[in-house]
């Protein structure tokens, strides 16, 4: 367009001329941690969306204050990032660091400032429950027994020690929870207790229990799970089961046999036959 003025659409809308900054003229790009603007927004994200610093203030809401605690609640972070990245949670004023009673090393708890960052986790944590569906690179068997073992309420469980293996389809890992109280203790190797309960399950299906999308009762009644022990005990596993502090705020679901898949409950299913070439 000749002339120095702004080009105008056929619509009578002025168009402004965008130019993309060379990355001579914008080195800050270079930096994913830092925006280089003196926005609250900008500033906050660059500590609250590094990665993994929610997930840090999740394992220390959940009164995990030790090391070796948050770090295997984390599970697939490294030693050396963690502690890198408790250190910059330090430098910014949201953690702050206490002598360790029981030995060597220190806790980690949330100041005032980090208090208040952490009421963001939750809330991130009930929109992630209520706007986001579950895929299948979402499941972990490991962390599922992790976060099972973690939220047990011992009131809840069987009087007597009670010994449940867990076995999830297509997975050669198999994991037993031993059930005592205050004391229970989760196992990657046969306790040699003996089996009170053996529990046989779909992995989704079981995360989906977890995290209050669908009944226990629903999933066996599909053929997802299958409990064998003992009447009495297969009857109580629905009561001890633990579910996930955002099972409030869970969508429900529902199993379609037709798709084999999960759905919203109330979601429409196309049921149109599908042909399944061989592969």
């Given at each position: 367009m000749a002339g120095g003025g702004p080009a105008t659409t056929e619509n009578g809308v002025v168009a402004t001329k965008f130019v993309l900054a060379s990355p001579e003229a914008a080195p800050q790009n270079e930096a994913v941690s830092e925006y280089g603007q003196f926005c609250p927004i900008a500033r906050a994200s660059e500590i609250f969306a590094e990665r993994w610093t929610p997930l840090?203030?999740?394992?220390?809401?959940?009164?995990?204050?030790?090391?070796?605690?948050i770090l295997k609640g984390l599970h697939r972070i490294s030693p050396s990032t963690l502690g890198e990245r408790l250190r910059s949670l330090e430098r910014a004023g949201v953690l702050?660091?206490?002598?360790?009673?029981?030995?060597?090393?220190?806790?980690?708890?949330?100041?005032?400032?980090?208090?208040?960052?952490?009421?963001l986790v939750k809330e991130l944590g009930v929109w992630g429950q209520q706007w986001l569906e579950l895929r299948r690179d979402h499941l972990d068997a490991d962390f599922l027994m992790w976060k099972i073992f973690t939220h047990l309420?011992?009131?809840?469980?069987?009087?007597?020690?009670?010994?449940?293996?867990?076995?999830?389809?297509?997975?050669?890992?198999?994991?037993w929870l031993v059930l005592r109280g205050r004391d229970s203790d989760l196992c990657y190797s046969d306790p040699c207790f003996g089996?009170?309960?053996?529990?046989?399950?779909?992995?989704?299906?079981?995360?989906?229990?977890?995290?209050?999308?669908?009944?226990?009762?629903?999933?066996?009644?599909?053929?997802?799970?299958?409990?064998e022990g003992?009447?009495?005990?297969?009857?109580?596993?629905?009561?001890?089961?633990?579910?996930?502090?955002?099972a409030p705020y869970a969508q429900?679901?529902?199993?379609?046999?037709?798709?084999r898949s999960f759905t919203r409950a109330g979601q429409v299913v196309d049921r149109t036959p599908v042909a399944i070439g061989r592969t």
């Open positions: 840090i203030l999740r394992e220390i809401l959940a009164g995990r204050h030790h090391f070796s605690e702050q660091t206490g002598p360790n009673p029981s030995g060597r090393g220190a806790t980690y708890h949330l100041t005032d400032a980090g208090a208040r960052l952490a009421e309420a011992p009131e809840k469980l069987p009087l007597r020690r009670c010994v449940v293996r867990f076995e999830f389809h297509g997975e050669s890992k198999q994991y089996d009170d309960l053996v529990v046989r399950a779909d992995l989704e299906a079981m995360t989906r229990i977890h995290l209050g999308e669908i009944e226990v009762h629903d999933a066996r009644r599909a053929g997802l799970l299958e409990i003992p009447r009495e005990l297969v009857r109580g596993f629905a009561q001890w089961f633990p579910r996930s502090r955002f429900r679901v529902q199993y379609e046999l037709s798709t």
